[in-house]
């Protein structure tokens, strides 16, 4: 079976300061995994993918993910936080042609 | 600037009401997923229909949800009856045929079923 986990349920960050999401995956299939973004009253918005290549992959707002093989991780970053970067994060796994498992959520929260 | 649109955006209801909640694709996409969001169970999908033909529904409670597309412009998800437990964000998504990953949801409709 193909799940996520999702290391961190709240991360509280201030403003300018780095941030890393964690992400854990299994998966019996090609790794595709994702990370979307869903900001108050929003729906999910697509952060990034990693489908096949570089395993660095660079997305929108400044942020990247790295895939990890080895440690079956994709976890998230970004080198310096806005108060806009606040919102919930959900790391997500292909399970089957057309489906993604979703995480249970990290959500972010930019102090100044 | 194109985006899913869902309505309405808020439902409250009463136990026993049969709901409906509207979806309109992005044009061209041909692949469209219905998602329900709760803080207990997360995001789980409901439904998922290729070139307007449901493929999966098996995270859709049978007995009460039907999900259909009328047209490549519509896509319709209906409780009848609802149940508190329905209490929800329901969320559409839409994605282009060539690359199912790629989805692009709707700003969801909060259902609250008293």
């Known amino acids: 079976a193909q799940s996520v986990t999702q290391l961190d349920s709240q991360v509280p960050v201030f403003e300018e300061a780095p941030v890393e999401l964690r992400c854990n995956y299994s998966?019996?299939?090609?790794?595709?995994l994702f990370w979307y973004v869903q900001y108050p009253n929003q729906g999910l918005q697509l952060l990034l993918k990693?489908?096949?290549?570089?395993?660095l992959v660079k997305g929108i707002n400044g942020f990247e993910a790295e895939f990890n093989k080895s440690q079956t991780s994709f976890h998230l970053r970004k080198p310096s936080v806005h108060i806009s970067d606040t919102a919930e994060y959900f790391c997500?796994?292909?399970?089957?042609?057309?489906?993604?498992?979703f995480g249970a959520g990290t959500t972010v929260t930019v102090r100044a | 600037d194109a985006r899913v649109t869902q309505t309405p955006r808020h439902k409250v209801t009463e136990m026993g009401q049969e709901v409906t909640m509207r979806c309109q694709p992005i044009?061209?996409?041909?692949?469209v997923f219905w998602y329900r969001q709760t803080m207990m169970q997360g995001l789980e999908l409901l439904a998922y229909?290729?070139?307007?033909?449901?493929?999966?529904d098996s995270g859709m409670p049978k007995d009460r949800f039907s999900a259909e597309m009328p047209d490549a412009t519509l896509a319709t998800l209906k409780i009848q009856p609802s149940e508190p437990r329905d209490s929800a964000v329901y969320f559409c998504?839409?994605?282009?045929?060539?690359?199912?990953?790629?989805?692009?949801f709707g700003p969801g409709t909060r259902l609250t079923v008293t």
């Open positions: 998504a839409s994605g282009p045929g060539g690359n199912p990953y790629e989805q692009y």
């Open positions: 998966s019996s299939v090609s790794v595709y």
């Open positions: 990693y489908l096949s290549g570089s395993t």
């Open positions: 997500a796994v292909r399970t089957n042609d057309y489906k993604l498992s």
């Open positions: 044009l061209g996409h041909n692949t």
């Open positions: 229909f290729r070139n307007r033909a449901p493929l999966d």
